[in-house]
């Protein structure tokens, strides 16, 4: 992550932006959309935060692998004024699985990384079976020039069944994902907001050579635990007012665990 973000052990606070045009719960006007991203992303870059990450988790229910161009170009407006206003690195991901749509957005609007779910292996998702895509992703990128845009990947990924794939452990699962050029893999908890399992973070540290995130769970109480062992800590739900996903970001509770963050540091 130092190489890559010149941080060591980065917190990414993520920006769940509000339903976008043509979802079921869009509301009001684009631009209040806008607006909120932005709010939160000064609240991030005012609060000691190392990198952001947007995603549009309010566009219930997802789509599986393919998103609509109102989307695509909706995310890449809000990457492009969120990486503007705070200047910090910044990711996205495009839920549920438009990996591709996430890669175009990046590349047009100087972001830089996205969250790739499906990379390898099948999985059972809400949406449905989610085929493994890192071939055509990879091919994509070098296609349209976002080579630097790098590409970090859920392993073993929340809210789905891995029953088909049983019989390949977590760590097995991470050296696919490194053999096939991720540029980092993602563990995390069953759910949104549960915490990922000790054991499996640092077996999957001992197999690989990329960096290793964690991606659900992370609180002011178990980071001291999990600080040690992880390469970089994407912190969402404990961000937002009550520790819900589905509220605004706390400002006091990003200071507070950034705070808290530098004191590991020192």
């Excluded at 790739?116 to 493994?132: L, P, Q, T, Y």
Aim: aromatic share 8%; with cysteine; net charge neutral.
């Amino acid at each position: 992550m130092m190489e890559i973000f010149g941080k060591k052990k980065p917190v990414i606070g993520m920006i769940h932006v509000n339903a976008l045009p043509g979802t079921p719960k869009q509301k009001g006007r684009f631009q209040t959309v806008i607006n909120k991203a932005v709010e939160e992303a000064r609240i991030y870059k005012n609060c000691g935060a190392d990198i952001i990450a947007i995603e549009n988790m309010h566009d219930v229910p997802y789509l599986k692998r393919e998103v609509g161009p109102e989307i695509t170009a909706a995310m890449t407006v809000i990457g492009y004024e969120v990486k503007n206003v705070s200047g910090l690195p910044v990711g996205i991901q495009i839920l549920a699985g438009a990996n591709k749509e996430a890669l175009a957005a990046a590349h047009s609007a100087g972001l830089d990384f996205i969250r790739a779910e499906g990379f390898v292996f099948a999985h059972v998702a809400d949406e449905g079976i989610m085929e493994s895509d890192a071939g055509e992703l990879l091919r994509y990128r070098k296609m349209i020039g976002a080579e630097s845009v790098k590409i970090f990947t859920d392993i073993k990924k929340k809210h789905s069944s891995h029953a088909v794939t049983g019989d390949v452990d977590i760590a097995e699962t991470a050296k696919a994902a490194e053999f096939f050029l991720s540029d980092g893999v993602i563990i995390t908890g069953v759910a949104t907001g549960t915490e990922a399992d000790v054991e499996e973070i640092i077996k999957v540290k001992k197999s690989v050579k990329i960096p290793v995130l964690i991606g659900s769970g992370i609180t002011d109480e178990n980071i001291e635990k999990y600080y040690p062992i992880a390469d970089a800590f994407i912190v969402g739900s404990y961000f937002k007012f009550k520790g819900n996903w589905k509220n605004g970001v706390d400002e006091k509770r990003v200071k507070a665990f950034m705070k808290k963050i530098r004191n590991n540091q020192n």
